[in-house]
Structures are given as structure tokens and as C-alpha cells.
């Protein structure tokens, strides 16, 4: 059974920093996409990074780029994203996702448009970031 559960959200100010962890179980995590994603009420999720285990090739978002940085931890099979110079707009529930998708469908950002790919997820995590 795939398990996924994501920790570290939490409330903060603009300007400030947050590492959200993905701690994943019962696939095979070296060679799976994992990837974060987030969603406001009322607005599509958005895919905002990913991760192939496999190499640690990595895709951003251009709204979080240079400012949030995936990462892995192999050895617990860990995912972490952490977010730097949190702004309100980052302002969301993110989730971690995970599926044996393509080394290079998961890097390229493919999988953030259109319908996901994605058919395992967390139960997500708040991130709160006030002016």
C-alpha cells in the first residue's frame, strides 16, 4: 500500500522560510516521480516541482523558481521542498504526489498541465504566509 504523508506547514510572514517533507512508502522510490503541488480554494491545483528519484533531476514552476528547492533523502525515503522567500501568494494547501512516471515526463514538467499522472498523493499540508 503506497503511503505518502507530508509534515511542516505552518503559518509564517512574508519574507520568511518553510521545509515541507514527503515521507514515502510502499513503492519503489528509486525510480518514482515525486512532485508537490498546491491548491487554493476555488482555483486549480498547480504542480510546482518534481523530482525523479532515479537521478534527482528536478522541474520548477516559474512562480517558484529560485525561491523553492526539491531534495531528497533516499535513505528515508524522504521529499522535502524548501521554500525561501515565502510570499502570500504562496499561500496554499500543498500536496505531495508520487507515480512511476517517465524520468524525463517528470523532469520536463509535462505532468503539470492537462490531467495528472499522478495516482498517488498525501493528505497535504497547510503553508500560510500573511503580508
Known amino acids: 500500500q503506497v503511503q505518502l504523508v507530508e509534515s511542516g506547514g505552518a503559518s509564517v510572514q512574508a519574507g520568511g522560510s518553510l521545509r515541507l517533507s514527503c515521507a514515502a512508502s510502499?513503492?519503489?522510490?528509486?525510480?518514482?516521480?515525486m512532485g508537490w503541488f498546491r491548491q487554493v480554494p476555488g482555483k486549480e491545483r498547480e504542480g510546482v516541482a518534481a523530482l525523479y528519484t532515479g537521478g534527482g533531476s528536478t522541474y520548477y514552476a516559474d512562480s517558484v523558481k529560485g525561491r523553492f528547492t526539491i531534495s531528497q533523502d533516499i535513505a528515508k525515503n524522504t521529499v522535502y521542498l524548501q521554500m525561501n522567500s515565502l510570499k502570500p501568494e504562496d499561500t496554499a494547501m500543498y500536496y505531495c504526489a508520487a507515480d512511476l512516471i517517465r524520468a524525463y515526463d517528470c523532469y520536463s514538467g509535462s505532468w503539470s498541465t492537462g490531467p495528472t499522472p499522478f495516482a498517488y498523493w498525501g493528505q497535504g499540508t497547510q503553508v500560510t504566509v500573511s503580508s
Open positions: 510502499g513503492y519503489t522510490y528509486s525510480s518514482a516521480c
